[in-house]
C-alpha cells in the first residue's frame, strides 16, 4: 500500500471511530511531515526502511531512540496507527475505562499487593502509587477483553498489553511500566496465582538510551547566562530564581523544592529541613548565602498574600486563588527559560529540574565526595542509584564545578543575612 492510500485509509478510520478533532489535528501534523518527505507518496510504499529514515531526516533521531520531545512522542503514535492500519485494517480503537470502575475482583488483587508493597517489600509511598498506576491499567485493558480470572492470563496477554501501550505511552514510560507489571506477575508467581512460565517468555524491551547529555546542559557557562537572564523584577522570575538556586545548591528534586513551607527553614541556622520524596526520610541542609537571598527576595517582593503554608505558589487556574508550586511547572518554566535566553539546545537534553540535581551530584565528586555520602545527601537507599547520578568522565565534572562558587557565596543588595 502507498504512503498516500494508507494515509486516506488511517484518516476515514478515526474519522468513523469517532475520535476527538483535537487528536486528529495531531495526527494530521505528522501526516502532513510525512507526505512532505515522501514526496512522491502516491508511488513510495510504505515500509520499515521508509519510517527510519522520515524520523532520522525529521527529527534527526532514530525510530527506536528514547527521546524527550512530544514532538517525537506524537509522530510515533501517528505511524504506529498508520502500522495498525497496515496489520489489521482499521486503527486500534482505545477503551479507557476510569479507574474506579475496576471491578471487586481485580481491586481485591490489587489492594493485596499494595499492603505487600508497603508491609513486607517496605517501598515508599511515591513508588508503591507508580507501581499500582500501571498495574491498574493492565488490569482495566483485561477487562477490556473480558477476563475475568488473572491466573488465566498468557504471554499473549501480555504482549498485546505492550503492544496497546506503545502508542500512548514514551518510550521511558514504557520500559519503567513493564518493569512494574513484571514485578507483579512474579508476586502472583509466588502467590502460586499463575505459572511461571509467563516469566520465561516475558518479551524483551529495550531500555531507553541513558541520556549522556543530560548534565552537559547545566555547565558553568549555560548556569551563568541562564541566571543572569531570569527577569527578577517580576514575581515569577524572583521565584524560578531562588528554586533554581536551591535546586543546583542543595540537590533537592523539584518536587521537594516545591513541598517547601516556612516552618521548614531556620534563618538562624542558615538551614532548611525537608522530607524526600521517595524514602520518606528527613534531611536538613545548609542553605547558601545566594539561595537564602533569594529566597528572601521572593517572600517579600514577589510572594502573593496567601494563607498556605508553601513557600512557592502558582495561580490556581480553577479560580483566582493560589497553590502549591508544581514540579512540572517549575520544569517547564526552567526550559522555557532556556529557549528564551537562546541556548543551543538538542531535543535528546533535558531541562528540567531534575538536569540541576544531576548537576549537584557531579560537583559533589568533582570535590572527591565518597558516594555513600553523595547518597546520603541525596537520599538514596542504594550507592548504585546514585552511581547513575555521576557517571561522566572526570573533566567534565571539572567544568561542571568550575566557576559555580561565586554564585553560592555572592550577596545579594537588599539581603545580606
Known amino acids: 500500500m502507498t504512503v498516500k492510500e494508507l494515509i486516506v485509509k488511517t484518516r476515514c478510520s478515526l474519522k468513523n471511530q469517532g475520535y476527538q478533532k483535537h487528536r486528529i489535528w495531531d495526527v494530521n501534523r505528522t501526516f502532513k511531515k510525512f507526505l512532505d518527505y515522501c514526496k512522491d507518496a502516491e508511488h513510495t510504499e510504505f515500509n520499515e526502511e521508509l519510517i527510519k529514515d522520515f524520523y532520522k531526516n525529521t527529527f534527526q533521531v532514530k525510530e527506536d531512540k528514547n527521546s524527550h520531545c512530544e514532538e517525537i512522542w506524537s ?15 482499521n486503527v486500534i480503537k482505545k477503551n ?52 475475568t480470572d488473572i491466573s488465566k492470563i498468557t504471554i499473549e496477554e501480555i504482549e498485546g498489553y505492550l503492544l496497546d501501550i506503545t502508542h500512548r505511552q514514551a518510550p521511558s514510560s514504557i520500559y519503567a511500566n513493564m518493569g512494574r507489571l513484571k514485578g507483579f506477575i512474579k508476586y502472583l508467581v ?4 499463575i505459572l511461571p512460565v509467563i516469566l520465561l517468555k516475558w518479551p524483551k524491551i529495550k531500555p531507553p538510551a541513558k541520556n549522556a547529555n543530560l548534565i552537559e546542559i547545566f555547565t558553568p557557562e549555560v548556569l551563568k547566562v541562564l541566571l543572569a537572564s531570569i527577569d527578577r523584577a517580576n514575581s515569577c522570575g524572583k521565584r ?31 538551614s532548611l529541613m525537608f522530607t524526600h520524596e521517595k524514602s520518606g526520610k528527613k534531611s536538613i541542609s545548609k ?37 502549591k508550586m508544581e514540579n512540572s511547572n517549575y520544569s ?12 543551543k539546545i538538542d531535543k535528546l537534553q533535558s531541562t528540567g529540574s531534575h538536569a540541576l540535581r544531576h548537576a549537584f551530584a557531579s560537583m559533589l565528586l568533582r570535590e572527591n565526595t565518597e558516594l555513600p555520602v553523595i547518597s546520603e545527601i541525596l537520599g538514596h537507599s542504594n550507592t548504585s542509584t546514585t552511581a547513575g547520578y555521576t557517571k561522566i568522565d572526570i573533566d567534565h565534572l571539572r567544568e561542571c564545578a568550575l566557576d559555580i562558587t561565586y554564585l553560592l557565596d555572592k550577596k545579594e543588595d537588599d539581603y545580606d543575612w
Open 240 to 270: 524560578l530564581y531562588a528554586m533554581t538556586l536551591l535546586s543546583l545548591t542543595t540537590g533537592m528534586r523539584g518536587g521537594e523544592v516545591c513541598n517547601i513551607e516556612f516552618e521548614d527553614i531556620d534563618w538562624r541556622e542558615s
Open 75 to 89: 509522530a510515533q503514535r501517528a505511524i504506529q496507527m498508520l502500522k495498525e492500519v497496515i496489520s489489521t485494517g
Open 287 to 323: 542553605i547558601q548565602p545566594a539561595a537564602g537571598n533569594a529566597i528572601v527576595d521572593y517572600i517579600v517582593k514577589g510572594r502573593p498574600k496567601s494563607d498556605k503554608p508553601f513557600i512557592f505558589l502558582q495561580k490556581d487556574n480553577s479560580s483566582s486563588n493560589f497553590k
Open 332 to 343: 517547564k518554566q526552567l526550559s522555557r527559560q532556556i529557549e528564551l535566553c537562546g541556548l
Open 96 to 147: 479507557y475505562t476510569f479507574m474506579n470502575q475496576l471491578s471487586t475482583y481485580y481491586t481485591s488483587i490489587l489492594d493485596d499487593y499494595t499492603e505487600d508493597c508497603y508491609t513486607v517489600q517496605h517501598l515508599a509511598s511515591v513508588t508503591v502509587v507508580a507501581k499500582c498506576s500501571a498495574i491498574k491499567d493492565f488490569m482495566i485493558t483485561l477487562e477490556n477483553h473480558k477476563i
Open 190 to 193: 509466588e502467590k502460586a496465582i
